[in-house]
């Protein structure tokens, strides 16, 4: 038997991060330049249930009978198992490895998650649809990232720039004019863990104040959707430093981001804000397309630990 592979790509929240967790809608697109793989390579000679786990950015290799039953793999593993009503899996070797980088709101650990599950299904013939796929990698989203919102394992499973509400049926964006959007690292970590956990404790201490919060980051995504699909850059330019504005009222921003923020807007993009979680990991600039690589520049020079610049293509619905 060949050995398998699945890949997952990494993803950018556009608009609506933490105010998603509260049911308000956000906007999120898969950034391919950066992936998860998860190889599964048989064990021809191996007896049964002998699983080697691999994944050496993380310095991990072990069995997967010594990995703690609630490591994120082995829940995955599980999930995959209880998915196919299967006890057990056939000897193999799953080997992972990423360049998303970790803790900076790019989703690396859905994009492991999946990936992972992906592999496991084809390898086994039980092939999963993207929808099942999503709902496993959920659960195990719960575990590395306490009360997640979903958007991570929908965008990255689906691979589509989507309009996203907790509860509802996705909305694939159909983008009808490209926009270049300059990521760029801070080089702090951003435990999302830890800054959806402040959120909830803001949001505990005076709800209704933060729920208005919520409320107007929602807005501000919704004004968002025609604008992206338009291309309109001056409309989603504003939008994106009014939901920075909001982001910094949950406390969510950090000087280094805000830095970074100021920094590309100098060199002439249309809008910046923070990305996911906050605190640290990215910020994400519109640019005009003549503009991109001033802005990296500019980014590095400020600070940033690494730059990606990403167009949103033009796509028809497929
Ligand atoms: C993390 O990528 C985005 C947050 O809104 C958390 C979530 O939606 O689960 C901060």
């Known amino acids: ?36 793989t998860a190889r599964v390579l048989p064990k021809i000679s191996g007896g049964k249930n002998q699983v080697r786990i691999k994944a050496s950015d993380v310095q991990l290799d072990t069995a ?29 070797t799953l080997m992972i490895s990423s360049t998303i980088p970790i803790a900076a709101g790019m989703g690396s650990s859905a994009a492991i998650t999946i ?39 929908q965008v990255i499973a689906h691979q589509k720039p989507m309009l996203y509400s907790p509860g509802k049926p996705i909305e694939q964006l159909i983008i009808r004019e490209p926009t270049h959007w300059v990521i760029a690292d801070s080089g702090e970590e951003s435990p999302t863990k830890s800054t959806v956990a ?14 208005q919060v919520f409320e107007k980051i929602g807005q501000i995504t919704l004004k968002a959707r025609p604008a992206l699909i338009a291309g309109d850059t001056g409309t989603l330019g504003q939008l994106m430093l009014e939901n920075q504005y909001f982001l910094e009222q949950l406390a969510v921003s950090s000087p280094k981001l805000e830095k970074l923020i100021s920094a590309a807007v100098s060199a002439g993009a249309i809008g910046a804000k923070l990305s996911g979680g906050g605190r640290g990991g990215n ?25 990606i610049t990403t167009t949103l293509i033009k796509k028809g619905r497929d």
Request: proline letters at 8%.
């Open 115 to 153: 990936a992972i599950i992906r592999a496991l299904t084809d390898f086994l013939g039980k092939p999963l649809t993207t929808e099942a796929i999503s709902a496993l990698a959920f659960e195990v989203e719960k575990i590395h990232h306490g009360t997640p919102s979903g958007i991570d394992n």
């Open 1 to 36: 038997m060949p050995a398998i592979y699945a890949k997952a790509p990494g993803k950018i929240i556009l608009f609506g991060e933490h105010a998603v967790v509260y049911g308000q809608p956000a906007i999120a697109i898969p950034v391919n330049k950066v992936s998860a």
């Open 198 to 211: 402040d959120v909830r404790k803001l949001h505990a201490q005076d709800p209704e104040s933060y729920d």
């Open 64 to 92: 997967l009978s010594d990995l703690d039953k609630n490591h994120p793999i082995a829940v995955a593993i599980q999930q995959v198992l209880n998915a196919i009503e299967l006890d057990q899996l056939p000897s193999l």
């Open 283 to 307: 910020m994400i600039a519109l640019a005009p397309s003549e503009k991109t690589q001033p802005i990296e520049a500019a980014l590095l020079a400020a600070g940033a630990t690494r730059v």
